[in-house]
């Protein structure tokens, strides 16, 4: 898929190529404010203008988009191949990358010396949202959204081996294909928790821990829960891409992930010509992520 194509996509096509996108602008939209406080990002529109902690260039994105380009690579032949976007993702890590999460410099260092390793012992602590950020390139990419969530819960354990990170990146992954194959929200989010919901475990069950947040509450952390949360009532909530996208963005905390998940399933909902062209514009690795669609 080539830029130039975007504007002429049939539908499903659209919200496929706006799911990818859409995760690639929150990431890029919210990375400049990642750590501000709801008071610290300016009023009025916001710009891919760069800066913040990591001092990024203007539409430049974090470990979110790349390592949605490494589970996307893993999809190259056709059904997803886990060795491949373990290797991918060691080969990121060998390019010094700016910023790479504690959890999963942690899990990398672990595969690196253990070559036949294809996921991480189970690690209950290990509930960051370093794998739901990815999650929506199974939804994007597997067959449907069954075979998304078995993905999306394999994958997730090579960083995250925990269930709420497994529940998430499959909740997440179901939703995306839903959406894309044209399911409105409501109906899209109750197809994906009853797919997940056969994975429950005793004291876990994914329609409670994974239900939408309750209103726009700022949060801090790096929580797979709350990321996954405020994406589901930003879906079920947005009348657009943009209003959408920026009231997640605006809570400030982890900003370039919880952007990067809501553009996401914004993206599924709304499809690409929705995504405002100067976001789109600006964005880097724009190309590289149609190649891998």
């Known amino acids: 898929m080539n830029p130039e194509d975007l504007q002429s996509l049939p539908p499903r096509e659209g919200r496929r190529a706006g799911a990818i996108l859409g995760l690639a602008v929150g990431d890029a939209l919210g990375a400049t404010h990642e750590f501000c406080s709801p008071e610290e990002v300016p009023e009025g529109p916001l710009g891919m203008v760069g800066g913040g902690w990591l001092d990024l260039e203007p539409g430049e994105a974090t470990d979110d988009t790349a390592l949605t380009m490494a589970v996307l690579a893993g999809y190259e032949g056709g059904s997803l191949d886990l060795r491949r976007v373990r290797d991918e993702m060691l080969s990121w890590q060998d390019t010094d990358p700016k910023d790479i999460g504690n959890q999963t410099r942690k899990a990398l260092d672990y595969l690196r010396v253990h070559p036949e390793a294809l996921s991480l012992p189970e690690d209950p602590d290990a509930q960051g949202n370093g794998a739901v950020m990815r999650a929506a390139s199974h939804g994007a990419k597997a067959g449907s959204a069954e075979e998304a969530v078995e993905n999306a819960w394999i994958e997730a354990a090579l960083t995250h081996p925990s269930w709420e990170a497994r529940a998430s990146g499959a909740l997440v992954a179901a939703l995306v294909a839903n ?14 928790y009853a797919l997940v919901e056969g994975r429950d475990e005793p004291g876990k069950h994914v329609r409670e821990t994974l239900r939408p947040l309750d209103g726009y509450e700022h949060d801090p952390g790096g929580w797979t829960v709350y990321t996954t949360r405020l994406a589901l009532l930003g879906l079920l909530d947005a009348p657009d891409f943009r209003p959408g996208l920026e009231r997640v963005i605006r809570l400030g905390g982890d900003a370039d992930t919880n952007g990067a998940v809501a553009g996401a399933v914004l993206g599924a909902r709304f499809g690409v010509g929705s995504i405002p062209s100067e976001w789109l514009h600006d964005v880097r690795g724009r190309e590289d992520l149609l190649h891998l669609l």
């Open 179 to 192: 959406l894309i194959d044209g399911v409105r929200p409501e109906g899209a989010l109750n197809a994906s």
